[in-house]
């Protein structure tokens, strides 16, 4: 079993023993209520004009490394993201490979005026409507865990709900279902998902398949300032950085040295 089925089959257990202490009527109920409060589609505005934006990663472990961060002040590493300049946060909620726990996403939501991307791996939609009643402005949606149906249904459910959703691709199979789902804003992760080796070659590669008024996001891999510049002249609308910044002894300082040549 590759490790996406793993994490997919994991997180389907864990969310049936969600559903058990809180149905999906409820979890509807405060989504819809959030909603309410929320500007609408904030993620995608965040990300969109003037240099390439950064989207910055809460994240405290992951499959590949281990554990990245043992002291993980997760609200001060929002912070520094939002003080240096960050579009947007990613936030990982995944509990078991990344050590992501749901209050963390819900407190820097309240603590920051940046949107944040829930970061988690969506198999329904009691999910997605989990994300807004937590806070986020964004969810994950990752091709190669979904069919067409679900994208679609996902998306949809997220749109009504002001809601962004980050549709995931790694190959160009999966761009074109993306669009096909109607994806606003495409990330294409430069990480193969099924045996977590990465080639920074995948974003540049696929970057003309995305129409220009498509938000394009390179998700992982991304080391430097050259990979930054070389993303740019690729016309790249964003990058999602974490295990760089999440290991940096000053995350602004890092971030700062990470745009170069940008703003």
């Not at 004009?49 to 990245?68: H, Q, T, W």
Request: charged share 30%; proline share 3%; with cysteine.
């Amino acid at each position: 079993m590759n490790i996406l089925a793993e994490i997919a089959g994991r997180t389907k257990l864990r969310v049936a023993e969600e559903k058990a202490r809180l149905p999906l009527s409820e979890v509807k109920r405060r989504a819809e209520a959030a909603a309410k409060e929320c500007e609408p589609f904030a993620f995608e505005r965040a990300l969109k004009g003037g240099d390439i934006s950064f989207i910055c990663e809460v994240k405290r472990a992951s499959p590949s490394k281990g554990l990245i961060a043992a002291d993980f002040p997760y609200l001060d590493i929002a912070r520094d993201y939002q003080a240096a300049g960050a579009a947007a946060v990613s936030c990982l909620t995944e509990p078991y490979w990344f050590k992501g726990e749901d209050r963390y996403l819900s407190e820097i939501a309240a603590e920051i005026s940046i949107p944040v991307l829930r970061k988690d791996f969506v198999v329904n939609e009691y999910m997605v409507c989990a994300a807004r009643a937590l806070g986020a402005s964004a969810v994950l949606l990752i091709c190669a865990l979904l069919d067409d149906a679900q994208l679609r249904s996902f998306a949809q459910l997220a749109g009504e709900l002001g809601l962004s959703a980050l549709v995931e691709a790694h190959d160009e199979a999966e761009v074109e279902r993306a669009l096909l789902a109607g994806a606003r804003v495409v990330g294409v992760n430069n990480r193969d998902l099924r045996s977590f080796q990465v080639d920074m070659e995948v974003s540049c590669r696929l970057r003309s398949l995305v129409p220009p008024e498509i938000l394009f996001v390179s998700e992982s891999g991304i080391e430097s300032a050259g990979d930054i510049e070389r993303l740019r002249r690729h016309g790249v609308d964003a990058v999602l950085i974490g295990e760089k910044l999440m290991r940096a002894a000053d995350r602004r300082a890092m971030l700062a040295e990470l745009r170069g040549g940008g703003q």
